[in-house]
């Protein structure tokens, strides 16, 4: 690679012909807009993000107002998005940037980073967006671009290898036009420099990348540790009267947390012995998996149909029409079965 200007020259004026534009959060320098689609494009392609981001604001116009909504509110209006967490963290930004900030997100990076859920990368997204600062980001796509660009072989699953990517990717950063140039980056990850099947005739920055030179862009960036999938069963009872379904909310922690959801046991089996006793009548669902970032989980529907007037069931939890139940934090899997 020729060097740092030579690159963000080449990054910005593809950018300004090729890049993304009129993206909906794009042009404004509003932070709470910047940081809201940010981490909505968190593992979430931007066709998917459009929506949810249009819906999102004319429920919470600013971060006041998404600070004063009940967690409840904020995971219905995500139900769909997945990764769950990253609402909770939202949710949890927006109070401490009220309690603590007077209601205005910090102007730096540094300061950014301090709030709950915003990491580095996000940080200094932000910060180069709103304010101007000439601060880097390293999301996955950038790794990514800069990675094979540079072809920088270390393990980045190694904090001193990533630490030497971060050092590398401050000194590109270019003396004006940071936020073009950290868009430009962006863009080239998510529509040009593809985890497969990278588009490199199309890269402003093919005459100098190392990977492309070496005939394996696919082959960066480096991260020999691979997550350990775990696998799981359970049963799930979809208990209805009526239009209604029968909901309990999960605990604060762990897989689908603060989401409503459908009781839980061993497997389906379980679940047609509990319901033997009652009135009504039963059937077995075809069992599906559903696959997690760490976790294949194989669900069996159980379905109960209670008739009119019969008592609530001794279970946790509580009754939901079906059209309030698909306004609450459901799982994708959950709403799917309830719709």
Known sequence: MSGAPDLATRVIAWQRQH??????????????RVWLSEVMLQQTQVSTVLDYYARFLARFPDVAALAAAPLDDVLGLWSGLGYYSRARNLHR?????????????PSSAAGLATLPGIGRSTAAAIAAFCFGERVAILDGNVKRVLGRALGFSGDLAEQRQERALWQLAEGLLPAQGVAVYTQGLMDLGATVCLQRRPQCDNCPL????????????????????????????????CLWQGDSVWLQQRPGTGVWASLWSLPEAADAQAWEDQCAGWPGEGERLPPF????????????????R???????????????TRETALQMGLPAPIRKLIS
């Not at 890049?19 to 709470?32: A, F, S």
């Not at 998996?289 to 109960?304: A, G, Q, S």
């Not at 209670?306 to 939901?320: D, E, K």
Request: glycine letters at 12%; hydrophobic letters at 40%; proline letters at 9%.
């Open 19 to 32: 890049g993304r534009q009129g993206l909906p959060w794009q042009g404004n320098r509003d932070p709470y």
């Open 93 to 105: 930004c927006a109070q401490a940037v009220v309690a603590e900030h007077g209601g205005s997100f």
């Open 206 to 237: 093919r005459s100098d990348c190392v990977a492309l030179a070496q005939g394996r862009p696919e082959a960066y960036p480096v991260k020999t540790r691979k997550l350990k999938r775990g696998r799981r069963h359970n049963g799930l009872l």
């Open 289 to 304: 998996v559903h696959v997690l970032t760490h976790l294949d989980w194989t669900l069996e529907p159980f379905v109960w």
């Open 306 to 320: 209670l008739p009119a007037g019969a008592a609530a069931p001794a279970l946790p939890g509580r009754w939901f």
